[in-house]
């Protein structure tokens, strides 16, 4: 395992060693730091992992896909959660610093655009997401997308985004804008519960998330790909049908070994993936789980 120093590695291990084992011993810690978007599985799979090995405590935390590949390049966690691809110039940097990170797709994500429950709009195109959201997009009123939103003054389009940090920032500018970059004047959330927040108490609004934070209290209109129109869910981000699903990656220093292989090994099993799957996430593979007991 890798810590930062010597007094971090000490202070670990006395804060664990007084979190109640009976027997004194001590914990060894695993550090697992990146994306918003799989903070909550992460941290789900890390409470059930205590259940299966309950002397490696697992330390999970978000801050961004950017904030867990800077610490993977800098060699201070042992996992980096990442909602996008790590990019070349950031593999190059890991490599200078004598780092080498190994993908693991861990499960699968539809990327849901969410708009305000009052919002009659059912579907919503690419183009049209690119006018929107596009530095040379000219939508800025909901009647350009022939509508009109109940309680929205002034039909202006409120544009909910992701701060720049964001794994899905990234994603949602590579596979909807393309070439081109964002608009200026976004609401730019620090995470996907934020964006979700934002879109149910502002009618004028739209967003981009996870499918995994999506609830009643807002809508997510279907993606039209073609002739059809394709509804974010766990079938259509597996089937890759859904035009904006990508998978959701764990980064490691080289190929894993030790603690964090048996981690990872417990992840890809058919009990890590009943809980990303449980999360609303798709599973990186099919599996059969069980339904919960009443």
Request: with cysteine; proline share 5%.
């Amino acid at each position: 395992m890798k810590y930062k120093n010597t007094l971090l590695t000490l202070l670990a291990v006395i804060v664990m060693a007084g979190c109640g084992r009976p027997d004194g011993s001590s914990r060894m810690v695993l550090e697992n730091k990146g994306s918003d978007t799989l903070v909550n599985v992460a941290q789900a799979w890390a409470e059930e992992y205590q259940t299966v090995n309950p002397d490696l405590a697992i330390a999970v935390t978000g801050g961004g896909s950017g904030t867990g590949i800077a610490a993977m390049i800098n060699g201070t966690v042992d996992l980096a959660n990442s909602s996008r691809k790590i990019k070349d110039s950031e593999m190059a940097q890991a490599r200078a610093n004598g780092q080498e990170p190994v993908e693991h797709i861990v499960g699968y994500d539809a990327l849901a655009i969410f708009v305000h429950v009052d919002n009659p709009m059912d579907q919503i195109s690419l183009e049209q997401l690119a006018e929107i959201y596009g530095e040379n997009g000219t939508y800025t009123e909901w009647p350009q997308l022939g509508i009109e939103v109940p309680g929205c003054r002034d039909q202006e389009i409120i544009r909910v985004s992701r701060q720049n940090n964001s794994g899905t920032f990234a994603y949602f500018r590579d596979a909807v804008l393309g070439q081109g970059d964002f608009k200026l004047g976004s609401r730019d959330m620090h995470g996907s519960k934020d964006v979700v927040d934002l879109v149910h108490s502002t009618a004028c609004a739209i967003g981009y998330s996870g499918l995994a934070y999506a609830s009643d209290e807002v809508k997510m209109p279907c993606i039209t790909n073609g002739e059809a129109c394709v509804a974010p869910s766990v079938p259509t981000a597996m089937d890759g049908s859904y035009p904006i699903a990508r998978p959701l990656y764990m980064y490691t220093n080289g190929e894993p070994t030790g603690q964090v292989k048996e981690y990872l090994d417990w992840i890809m099993s058919d009990e890590g993936q009943c809980i990303i799957l449980d999360k609303g996430y798709a599973p990186a593979r099919d599996v059969t789980c069980q339904a919960p007991s009443a």
